[in-house]
């Protein structure tokens, strides 16, 4: 009757590591975001000139590397207040685009908001559409009204492909305010256990069921 219980649990805990879809998983708060990653990377902007700035833009937070776009009709033109640089797109119809990351990245955010064509914060009510991407699909979360405050973050159990951001309806924008991003964070999450380590699971446990079966016979 153990060993049938003990492959029972067994064949249960095989099944709980087998293929996998992949899933995303969005995060209001900064904290909680942070608190799901084993590591954590920050690209603040800080470093760029307030100047057009020609795309594909490589750019790194931490030890990660990605790749930032803007388009279909422009670059970038970075806004700000004081020493605090944004990444914003020259043309407000624009989607900012981030991809290529390492590899190993499954946690992407940021901050989140619209500027104005002096690149200050829009104080122009406008929505922003913000998309994450993995293997498994999208998932778009909408800010209404967001500030230069409003965190939203993603979290997958596969690696990302691409993170989006409009206003308005893609392409079509709100007149007077222009996409922009700001403390663009990636990390990567605890590890899931690795094949070889589920294997050497299930061994320990036939091994528990034989020794059991001993006992029972002495």
Same mark, same amino acid.
Request: aromatic share 10%.
């Given at each position: ?9 067994? /064949? ?43 795309? !594909?833009? *490589?750019?790194?937070? &931490? ?8 388009? !279909? ?6 806004? &700000? %207040? ?42 122009? *009510? %406008?929505?922003?559409? =913000? ?15 967001? /500030?230069? /405050? ?13 993170? /989006? ?7 079509? $924008?709100?007149?007077?305010?222009? *996409? ?8 990567? =999450?605890?590890?899931?256990?690795? *094949? ?7 061994? &320990?446990?036939?091994?528990? $069921? ?9």
């Amino acid at each position: 009757m153990k060993i049938r219980v003990l492959a029972a649990v067994a /064949t249960l805990i095989a099944a709980s590591f087998g293929p996998a879809h992949a899933a995303l998983t969005a995060f209001n708060s900064q904290s909680n975001f942070l608190a799901q990653l084993s590591n954590a990377g920050v690209d603040t902007f800080d470093n760029m000139a307030r100047t057009l700035v020609a795309d !594909p833009l *490589p750019r790194t937070a &931490g030890t990660f590397s990605y790749t930032a776009s803007a388009g !279909p009709n422009s670059d970038f033109f970075p806004g &700000g %207040a004081g020493s605090d640089v944004w990444l914003a797109s020259d043309n407000r119809f624009d989607t900012i685009q981030f991809t290529n990351f390492t590899s190993a990245v499954r946690g992407v955010g940021g901050l989140f908001f619209g500027t104005n064509e002096s690149g200050l914060f829009a104080n122009t *009510p %406008a929505n922003l559409t =913000v998309t994450a991407t993995d293997a498994g699909g999208s998932f778009a979360q909408v800010l209404i009204n967001p /500030t230069t /405050t409003t965190f939203l973050g993603f979290v997958s159990t596969s690696s990302l492909i691409s993170l /989006t951001v409009w206003v308005g309806s893609q392409g079509v $924008g709100t007149a007077g305010v222009w *996409p922009t991003v700001n403390n663009l964070t990636l990390g990567t =999450v605890a590890a899931v256990p690795e *094949p070889e380590t589920v294997a050497l699971m299930l061994a &320990g446990l036939a091994f528990t $069921g034989v020794v059991a079966r001993r006992r029972r016979q002495l």
